[in-house]
């Protein structure tokens, strides 16, 4: 075969379309080219080396004819438009089978299809049986039919070619693709093989059964895992909380994940805690399929945090125990404190025989060590918890080392050991800080020194370290001649308890905790403290601490005890307590001044006997029967509505106590045991100043007062008509004793509605009067809230109103 041949015989195959079924729109184009020509054969056939294959046809029933019997070979070899118009006459033809017989073929016309290679594949041929010939259009038209057959044949090779190489990518990527899923597949399993070595792992169905259930898992709950599979997610809950199961695997439907810590429950009933994910997994259409569960269990680190958290909630209580029982402690030891001292002093002041004031001294020295020793261990407590407070007042500091020096002297001159005190030209006079503090740390410091010192000097010295407009540090320096401490003692002299020799402590006495407690004061004041000291020869304490600078305060205080002689007014003082001997003590304390005092033993009788009459001062115990001094103050404020000044007396060591106090209403607070002078400050202080308030509302209201209720109101009333008016206060007297029966019946069944009624009736008829109904309405009030201790309060203070009002009527009636 020739090499071109060959390479037509490549181009045919390469259109791959042999023995391809027909195509509509080729079977188009044959049917056109045999109307158009007016023949009944039209045949687009391919044609390689052996055969003619019709791969569109039209008049004829054969689908093929060897190449050696086709009339089309010639039309290749001609490579043009071949026209045979007589078949009979023509060498090439005429001995071909179609030609033979009496309906063999007559006409024969081809065209080449001829590939964009230049190489022909096939042709496009008419043929009849009957003698034809094409004219020059049909020709023309012929040939162009051809020309489109072979494009369209052309553009289904580029189809098919695009198609296939569109295949092969699609065929490459699916293959990448399924290699990625094959290798994500078994890093998934791997990943779940990982996790479920050392996690429980659990796979559910989305309705909530398990399908697979790893040991780790199934040992956590009791189970084997095949004793898991099918269980549903509601057997491993306790009852209680299976009611949100439902929602639970809802949402877990909706793809959404879930984590968090989960109680569940153990084959044995018990409870476990795991700590847990639940992992939606999603088909591909995005639904879920599928639930693992990854957990780990956690009961005992659950368990260890309740416990950690009950202990704290323990000690939390013991705290609040332990200042209860120190606030108690605290006034049970300072209680008789108080009446000890106070009364020795009391007989100090009265007593002449030598002998019994040596004795009386002696017991007030060791009541003044006991007291010490209380405040010490209360001081240390309150230290312990954190809950000292240091108070930021402005204060002199040159009084306060005044005070503090002649209280020390004393000692001093008893051990005939000398004591003096320089304080440097710097050191400013008002400084803001903790007074009481700060001399608690000096008495301390220098009683220790004269507790130490035989012979020779104890002197205090206060420099001036550094000033600015705002701040000054001060050192306080307190040196002794006395009998030092040991080196190796020096280290450990602030500890707690610690004491720097046994025969020391005997010899001395102390508790080993004052320079301790000193320590945290000066600390606590953002100061430091310091010693050094030689054996035999004295010691030195120093403390440096920060002050704020002030300025010099109004003393209100004088300012009003200076008023209060000046008025001579009669100061009228309730004091609630219920101890027999601090109510004597107070007494005694008060007898030689101008004060009335009436004494209630607890909150309620106060309460009466506030009723009762007016005062200037309440002096409150805070710890009573019945009713304590919170509860009682409680009630003169809010349910009697009285802003009469309220000390506290309290034997509450604590500031927590103290600050209590002040949030509840009272005005002030003294510490038990108090002194004289103490107690008069404060007296004066708030019972003469409202005093002066009292005096100046009384002249204003003068008249008021003379009048309880508003004679005018009925007055206008009655237009003058006197006989009217007397009948209406009569009936109105009437009204009131048939209401006092009436609420006394209520009250004592604790009949709200018929009290809130009767009030409410009562009270047209007060306003009738022209008296007061504030209370009526209050008493309405009251009964809405099912109040009974506020009615009770409020009708004994309407009963009292009543107890002015009747007369008063009563009265006018007569005239
Ligand atoms: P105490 O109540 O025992 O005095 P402190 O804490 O105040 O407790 O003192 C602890 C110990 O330090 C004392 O017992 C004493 O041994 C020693 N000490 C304190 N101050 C002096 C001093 N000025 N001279 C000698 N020893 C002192």
Aim: net charge negative.
């Amino acid at each position: 075969m020739k090499a071109k041949e060959i390479d037509r015989l490549k181009t045919v195959l390469s259109y791959n379309i042999l023995d391809t079924p027909a195509e509509e729109d080729l079977d188009k184009i044959a049917e056109l080219i045999a109307m158009v020509c007016e023949v009944p054969i039209a045949i687009i056939s391919i044609i390689d080396d052996r055969r003619q294959w019709y791969k569109a046809k039209v008049g004829v029933d054969n689908d093929e004819v060897p190449v050696e019997d086709s009339f089309c070979q010639f039309t290749l070899i001609e490579d043009r438009f071949l026209e045979i118009t007589a078949v009979q006459d023509d060498e090439r033809v005429k001995g071909k089978p179609a030609a033979q017989g009496v309906d063999g073929l007559k006409f024969y016309a081809g065209v080449p299809l001829k590939a964009p290679d230049g190489h022909n594949i096939g042709t496009a041929c008419v043929a009849s049986s009957k003698p034809h010939k094409l004219t020059e259009k049909q020709k023309k038209a012929f040939e162009l039919l051809a020309d489109q057959a072979m494009t369209l044949i052309d553009a289904k090779r580029s189809n098919q070619i695009l198609g296939d190489e569109l295949k092969t990518i699609l065929d490459r990527q699916k293959s990448i693709l399924k290699k990625s899923i094959k290798q994500k597949e078994s890093e998934f399993n791997a990943l779940i093989q990982a996790i479920s070595l050392s996690n429980a792992l659990v796979q559910f169905n989305p309705d909530g059964t398990v399908f697979e259930a790893n040991q780790i898992f199934a040992s956590y709950l009791g189970f084997t895992s095949e004793e898991l599979r099918g269980i549903h997610h509601d057997e491993l809950l306790f009852e209680e909380d299976r009611k949100n199961n439902n929602a639970f695997w809802e949402s877990l439907n909706q793809g959404n994940f879930k984590s968090g810590q989960m109680k569940r429950k153990h084959r044995s009933g018990k409870e476990i805690w795991l700590l847990a994910t639940y992992n939606p997994i999603l088909d591909s259409e995005g639904k879920v399929f599928k639930i693992i569960k990854i957990a780990q269990e956690i009961t005992s680190s659950i368990e260890s945090r309740k416990a950690l958290q009950k202990a704290k909630d323990d000690a939390i209580q013991l705290n609040i125990q332990k200042d209860n029982f120190l606030a108690n402690v605290s006034h049970e030891l300072r209680t008789p404190l108080h009446a000890i001292l106070g009364f020795t002093k009391l007989l100090l002041e009265e007593e002449t025989d030598t002998i019994k004031t040596e004795y009386l001294n002696a017991v007030k020295t060791a009541g003044d060590n006991l007291l010490f020793t209380v405040n010490d261990i209360l001081d240390l407590s309150k230290i312990e918890s954190g809950t000292i407070l240091i108070e930021q007042l402005e204060f002199d500091i040159h009084q306060l080392i005044h005070e503090v020096a002649s209280f020390l002297k004393i000692k001093a001159v008893q051990k005939k050991i000398s004591f003096t005190v320089e304080i440097d030209a710097e050191v400013p006079k008002w400084i803001i800080g903790d007074k009481n503090r700060l001399g608690q740390i000096l008495i301390n410091l220098i009683g220790n020194g004269i507790k130490f010192t035989d012979k020779g000097y104890v002197k205090l010295k206060l420099e001036r370290v550094r000033e600015n407009t705002s701040q000054v540090i001060l050192k306080f320096r307190i040196q002794d001649t006395g009998i030092g401490i040991a080196l190796d003692k020096l280290s450990v002299i602030f500890d707690r308890f610690s004491q720097s020799d046994e025969k020391i402590s005997r010899r001395f006495g102390g508790t080993g905790l004052g320079l301790n407690i000193s320590k945290s004061l000066v600390e606590k004041m953002d100061g430091t403290i310091e010693v050094s000291s030689k054996v035999g020869l004295g010691s030195e304490f120093s403390f440096t601490i920060p002050f704020q600078r002030g300025q010099q305060p109004i003393e209100k205080s004088k300012e009003a005890a200076v008023s209060f002689t000046q008025s001579k007014q009669v100061i009228k003082i309730l004091l609630c307590e219920d101890n027999e001997i601090n109510q004597t003590l107070v007494k005694t304390l008060l007898r030689p001044a101008n004060f009335d005092l009436v004494i209630a033993s607890n909150g309620e009788e106060g309460i009466q006997r506030f009723q009762e009459m007016d005062f200037d001062l309440v002096l409150m115990d805070i710890q009573m029967p019945i009713m304590d001094g919170y509860q009682t103050t409680i009630y003169l404020r809010e349910k009697l509505h009285t802003q009469v000044p309220i000390i506290a007396l309290t034997a509450n060591y604590m500031l927590k106590e103290k600050q209590k106090c002040l949030e509840l209403g009272m005005n002030d607070y003294l510490s038990k045991p108090f002194k004289k002078e103490e107690l008069f400050e404060k007296i004066y202080l708030w019972g003469d100043s409202v005093n002066k308030k009292q005096l100046i509302t009384k002249t204003e209201e003068d008249q008021a007062a003379e009048a309880p209720v508003d004679l005018n109101v009925l007055k206008e009333y009655s237009g003058g008509d006197e006989a009217f008016e007397h009948e209406m206060m009569q009936m109105f007297i009437g009204q009131v004793e048939k209401w006092k029966t009436a609420m006394d019946n209520h009250m004592a069944i604790a009949d709200f509605k018929n009290i809130a009624d009767s009030s409410h009736k009562m009270k047209s008829s007060f306003s009738v009067l022209g008296a007061d109904t504030k209370d009526l309405i209050n008493l309405e009030d009251l009964a809405e809230l099912e109040d009974i201790d506020g009615i009770e309060a409020v009708y004994s203070r309407v009963k009292q109103y009543l107890k002015i009002v009747i007369p008063f009527l009563e009265n006018k009636m007569k005239k």
